[in-house]
């Protein structure tokens, strides 16, 4: 059963940044696709980005096109999500989760394309 650990989460003022790290608990994530995605409260899960297993195909949720960056190390051990430009309506838990398809070239944000889910961490953007 592979574990994914999130951290980087926090408290910051509106315009500010954070990266968010995403690595297994053990092992690497593999030729999977990689997904962030984030919930807050009352509201339903969406998806914020996603990169393909190959690193070359990235996505983004609309809000946050521009401002959030996802990339994966070579060693495919970590996968980041890069935060500028944070708003008060990015405030969230954040969770990665990996997809069920090995090598799979493009991304998705659908849900059951991914198996493995974190914990989450939280992100708070608030003066």
């Known amino acids: 059963q592979l574990q994914l650990v999130e951290s980087g989460g926090g408290l910051v003022q509106p315009g500010g940044s954070l990266r968010l790290s995403c690595a297994p608990a053990?092992?690497?994530?593999?030729?999977?696709?990689i997904g962030w995605f984030r919930q807050a409260p009352g509201k339903e899960r969406e998806g914020v980005s996603c990169?393909?297993?190959?690193?070359?195909?990235?996505e983004y949720t609309d809000s946050v096109k521009g401002r959030f960056t996802i990339s994966r190390d070579n060693a495919e051990k970590t996968v980041y999500l890069q935060m500028n430009s944070l708003k008060p309506e990015d405030t969230a838990i954040y969770y990665c989760a990996r997809g069920r398809t090995w090598g799979r070239r493009s991304c998705t944000f659908q849900d059951s394309e991914y198996v493995y889910w974190g914990q989450g961490t939280q992100v708070t953007v608030s003066s």
């Open positions: 053990g092992g690497t994530l593999g030729s999977y696709i």
């Open positions: 990169i393909s297993s190959g690193g070359s195909i990235t």
